[in-house]
């Protein structure tokens, strides 16, 4: 298969595409490096993307950002940093990508474990993470040609442990390999509308 992997240079997306890459061809598209450069934030940069790849039979999504701070703190302006970093870029990747996925083929979005799990301060990550597992749930049903589209959804990895040192406390670190296994379901298996959680392993 013929793969594309947004934010391959992340802590994420590296595991992802690593993983893909002893069994596909896999095409490393982040902001500043890789196969091919993208603002992800930009819907002309995706489309030009797009056109530069061809057409492809799955697309994941490793990428976003948003606000950590306390609700009784937070603006609107603050919460939609969510919204417009990490829901709106890996939607528009889907929506433009449409016409440039084979029948069959399927997108991968990137989620996290804060709707499910909640820590002090992450309410807005909290609604951006549901935001896409609703998306792909909504989406599903209504996708073209056989097109599949499923979210992994995971822990903090064990490799970014240090970068949060301090903010999940209590919380499990996950493997590259566990998190790969569920880019791989949802690359590589057979079903939709799923959000793949990654809690252990
Ligand atoms: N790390 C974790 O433990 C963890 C756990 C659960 C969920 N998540 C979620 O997984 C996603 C990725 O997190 P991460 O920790 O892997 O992030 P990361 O290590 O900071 O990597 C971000 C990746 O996205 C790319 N990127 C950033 N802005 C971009 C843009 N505007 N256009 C195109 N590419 C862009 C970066 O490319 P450049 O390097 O070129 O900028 C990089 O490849 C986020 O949504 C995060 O919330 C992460």
New binding site residues.
């Given amino acids: 298969m013929k793969v594309i992997v947004?934010?391959?240079?992340?802590?994420?997306?590296?595991a992802a595409a690593e993983a893909l890459a002893s069994r596909h061809e896999v095409i490393r598209?982040?902001?500043?490096?890789?196969d091919l450069?993208?603002?992800?934030?930009?819907v002309d940069?995706i489309r030009a993307m797009y056109q530069q790849v061809g057409r492809v039979d799955a697309v994941v999504?490793?990428?976003?950002?948003?606000h950590f701070g306390s609700v009784d703190a937070m603006s609107g302006e603050q919460f939609m940093l969510g919204i417009n970093?990490?829901v709106l870029?890996?939607v528009n990747l889907v929506l433009v990508g449409l016409d440039h996925v084979n029948d069959g083929g399927c997108f991968t979005l990137?989620?996290?474990?804060?709707n499910r799990d909640p820590i002090r301060g992450g309410s807005c990550?909290a609604a951006?993470?549901g935001a896409l597992d609703g998306f792909v749930l909504g989406a599903a049903v209504d996708m073209p040609r056989g097109i599949r589209i499923n979210s992994?959804?995971?822990?903090?990895?064990e490799?970014?442990?240090e970068?949060?040192d301090g903010f999940f406390r209590g919380h499990y670190?996950?493997s590259n390999e566990a998190?790969a296994l569920a880019y791989s379901k949802a690359v590589e298996g057979c079903q939709t509308g799923q959000v793949y959680t990654?809690d252990f392993g």
């Fill in positions: 947004v934010g391959a240079s992340g802590a994420v997306g590296k598209v982040n902001r500043s490096s890789g450069t993208m603002d992800i934030e930009d940069s999504s490793a990428v976003g950002h948003g970093h990490k870029p890996q990137t989620s996290g474990v804060l990550a951006a993470n992994v959804s995971p822990e903090v990895l490799v970014s442990r970068r949060y670190h996950v998190v990654v």
